[in-house]
């Protein structure tokens, strides 16, 4: 049984670019969720996917965004890189979202790097 | 929106040395986990606890739901329990988890 599973493991970008992270969830979840985590610090919540729309986002700038595909497998995509963007990205699936349904599995993140 | 403190920040600990972390929050939640994150950055899955008590070999943890925290106790630790403890929580009728600023461990052998 497959874990969740993150595309590419490390990432180095130069400011203005745009990236795109990809993610594909755990088998038999349909839930995606994506955070960010810099260095030193808890993981921040960016946004939730659930039937292919966005259900809840956290406070990150409109150059985050994201999209689920029908086999659940989801995208982040960073517009005009910032430094500050600089961490760590991590994908979790879950069965649903809230409560026991929101028990959340994570991916080994893609490390993104900007120059 | 909800908060989440850990502690202590920091642990160093001794093989074999017995430790319990801490983890505050302020609003009734309807999901609470613990991770473990390893050196490689990989967030692995202790506990699901909203409330009551588990256990899971050297590692339980409670959570007292009325008084807004939760405990993790390691026993008997060993050098591989080294890593970044997290705290997560969903608010009730949220979807989000709010993670805290972790308790960083330290094995010594």
């Known amino acids: 049984d497959a874990g969740v599973t993150q595309s590419p493991t490390h990432l180095i970008k130069t400011r203005g670019q745009q990236v795109t992270l990809r993610c594909s969830p755990k088998?038999?979840?349909?839930?995606v969720s994506w955070y960010q985590q810099a260095l030193g610090q808890g993981p921040q919540f960016i946004f939730q996917?659930?039937?292919?729309?966005?259900?809840q986002r956290g406070n990150f700038p409109d150059r985050f965004s994201g999209h689920q595909f029908p086999n659940y497998s989801s995208e982040l995509n960073v517009n005009a890189l910032l430094l500050g963007d600089s961490a760590l990205y991590l994908c979790?699936?879950?069965?649903?979202?809230?409560?026991?349904?929101?028990?959340?599995?994570f991916g080994a993140g893609t490390r993104l790097s900007v120059l | 929106g909800i908060q989440v403190e850990q502690s202590p920040p920091d642990l160093i600990l001794q093989e074999g040395a017995n430790s319990t972390l801490r983890c505050n929050f302020s609003?009734?939640?309807?999901?609470l986990q613990w991770f473990h994150q390893n050196p490689w950055g990989q967030l692995i899955n202790l506990f699901y606890?909203?409330?009551g008590t588990k256990q899971n070999g050297r590692l339980s943890a409670t959570t007292v739901a009325t008084e807004r925290y939760s405990l993790l106790y390691i026993s008997s630790s060993q050098t591989t329990d080294s890593g970044v403890y997290f705290c997560?929580?969903?608010?009730?009728?949220?979807?989000?988890?709010?993670f805290g600023g972790g308790t960083r461990v330290l094995v010594k052998p």
């Open positions: 088998s038999g979840h349909d839930t």
């Open positions: 997560a929580v969903e608010r009730t009728a949220g979807n989000k988890l709010t």
């Open positions: 609003d009734s939640v309807n999901n």
């Open positions: 996917y659930y039937e292919e729309e966005e259900r």
């Open positions: 979790a699936s879950s069965l649903g979202t809230s409560g026991w349904e929101n028990i959340q599995y």
């Open positions: 606890i909203p409330s």
